[in-house]
């Protein structure tokens, strides 16, 4: 390397330089240096190519080498060699090549497998640090990707699985990370997607190899879907990565949302995939609690404590000892109660009413509000330690307006919990999912299944327009009638224009782009900025798929 060993070698990353290390002397050591190169060229050092530097040697070697050398790789980082190693399967070639294209110019070295066999074969081959798996990938199994997350957990814990799919839903996300996945993608995503967690997963490697053995923490329990978390938005399945990678720790949790977003089905979800599982979930409304009775309730009492207290009672804190404590509006307590909560959540321990002695409870607490919680601490309502004690992760649940791509399947979900598995299903006509869809929903979740189960015991199989609530009925002509009554002038360029409804604009909108993409549905999602099951529901509701999308050219050889 000699005297000008930094020149030229800080641009294209195209060459590997790998470093061998061999045995220590007394006060140097003793480096051997092999020059391969990932792409053929004629010279193995061309001026002005970039490099990779990786250490086969102890950690205390990495910042003598790097001074030394005087050159890194893009991330400033040095890794093992077998620690950059990478693995992409998935049945689809664009796909497959796409993404181990990127994984190679971070720096990877790339293998790809077309089927889980193929995959399970590598597995046992070689060693992996990072792999993108399709979660199906064959038609005969919707679920092989997991098949092949449970084999790499197992065999290889140190690997890193991100799964793949364009069948995602917030379900898919929280049992991927749930079972042990690194991160879960919803076809189409993008090439950042990739990037971004490729350097985070060196970025991990390069932390555990400077952490000792007992740092390390023990791997999540693999669960399955047992609850209801129904949706596919994009907003929902971040929330349940979030819910997944949270469970298998002993942190407090803080939940907020407006009401009706289903707080107390992600708490339960958190506790059903934690460690606690097998032991209690005591759910607790504190709003509906009178002040002067819920710490009794909470942390029991003994006799002749208070006028009518006439025998000794365990509270909800003992009955969910070793289990996890829901309590719900938590923000709505009296300040002289929060003082007793956080005694209980930082000591581990509580006191009944007229009792003079502690007692050890191991609890793990899930609080949630739908108000704002800094906003309480602010104005004084609040104690600000207990929310620091309270939020150690905060998930916000998004409101059901915000993700109208979840109403159409929590529609069907809850029209087919209704009618129960004897009696005929019920669909809805275009209209009412209409109305549906474009409705606020106020009362989120709560609301959106009170007015489908209405529907479904009053319509004839199908629901129309006439059998959903008045206020859904009608919030599209008082948004109409709003937007009448306040309609700027009119340009007299377009002052003839046709004015067209949403609906319209985007339906012509989809087919055109449909048109442009040769009726490629991945490469359309990808240009309108939704994910291919939302694009599909779509084409559903606006009958593109049995009218004008067959006659787009090339349509029948695209998915």
């Known amino acids: ?296 309730e909470l942390f029991g009492h003994i006799r002749g404590s208070f006028t009518g207290a006439t025998v000794d009672r365990r509270g909800l804190w003992q009955e969910a000892d070793r289990g996890t404590v829901f309590l719900d509006e938590i923000t709505e307590t009296s300040l002289a109660f929060q003082v007793k909560l956080l005694r209980a959540l930082q000591e581990g321990e509580i006191r009944r009413v007229g009792s003079n002695q502690t007692q050890r409870v191991d609890v793990r607490v899930i609080a949630a509000t739908n108000r704002d919680a800094e ?17 150690a992760v905060t998930i916000h649940l998004p409101a059901l307006r915000d993700r109208r791509e979840d109403i159409h399947p929590l529609v069907t979900y809850f029209a087919e919990r209704t009618i129960g598995s004897n009696a005929r299903p019920v669909g809805f006509s275009k209209d009412a999912m209409r109305l549906l869809e474009n409705y606020d929903w106020p009362g989120n979740i709560r609301e959106l299944e009170n007015a489908v189960v209405r529907a479904a015991a009053l319509c004839d199989q199908v629901v129309r327009p006439e059998d959903l609530p008045d206020r859904v009925r009608n919030y599209s002509k008082t948004s109409m009638t709003n937007r009448e009554n306040f309609r700027p002038l009119s340009d007299p360029e377009t002052a003839n224009e046709i004015l067209l409804p949403l609906s319209e604009i985007e339906r012509r909108h989809i087919l055109r782009v449909l048109t442009r993409t040769g009726g490629n549905k991945q490469a359309a999602a990808r240009v309108l900025g939704i994910d291919r099951t939302t694009l599909q529901r779509k084409l559903d509701r606006y009958d593109l798929e049995k009218t004008e999308l067959n006659g787009i050219p090339g349509k029948e050889h695209q998915g």
């Open 375 to 391: 906003l309480e601490v602010s104005e004084g309502r609040f104690r600000q330690d207990l929310l620091y004690r309270l939020n």
């Open 1 to 296: 390397m000699g005297e000008g060993r930094g020149e030229g070698l800080a641009t294209k990353p195209k060459i590997l330089l790998s470093f061998f290390i061999g045995a220590e002397t007394e006060k140097e050591w003793r480096v051997f240096f092999l020059v391969t190169q990932l792409r053929p060229h004629s010279n193995p050092l061309p001026k002005g190519e970039g490099v990779y530097l990786q250490n086969l040697g102890t950690p205390g070697l990495l910042s003598y080498i790097d001074n030394q050398i005087g050159i890194e790789n893009k991330s400033g980082l040095l890794f093992a060699a077998n620690n950059m190693k990478a693995l992409v399967v998935d049945d689809d070639d664009l796909i497959r090549s796409n993404v181990a294209e990127v994984l190679s110019n971070e720096g990877w070295e790339v293998s790809e497998a077309a089927s889980a066999e193929q995959a399970l074969e590598l597995l046992h081959r070689d060693t992996w640090s990072l792999v993108f798996c399709d979660v199906r990938l064959s038609a005969k199994n919707n679920h092989e990707g997991y098949d092949v997350l449970r084999s790499f957990t197992e065999e290889q814990p140190e690997a890193q699985i991100v799964l793949m799919t364009g069948h995602g839903s917030a379900v898919g996300a929280l049992d991927a990370v749930s079972s042990g996945a690194y991160d879960y993608l919803m076809k189409p995503f993008e090439i950042e997607d990739v990037k971004r967690i490729s350097q985070a997963v060196r970025r991990g490697f390069e932390k555990r190899a400077r952490r000792s053995p007992s740092d390390e923490l023990p791997s999540p329990p693999v669960y399955t879907s047992d609850i209801e978390l129904v949706g596919v938005s994009a907003a929902f399945v971040e929330v349940m990565k979030l819910v997944g990678r949270v469970a298998a720790t002993n942190l407090p949790v803080l939940i907020t949302g407006e009401s009706g977003t289903g707080k107390e089905i992600v708490a339960k979800a958190i506790h059903r995939r934690s460690p606690r599982a097998d032991k209690p979930f005591v759910a607790v409304n504190c709003g509906a609690l009178p002040a002067e009775l819920i710490e009794s």
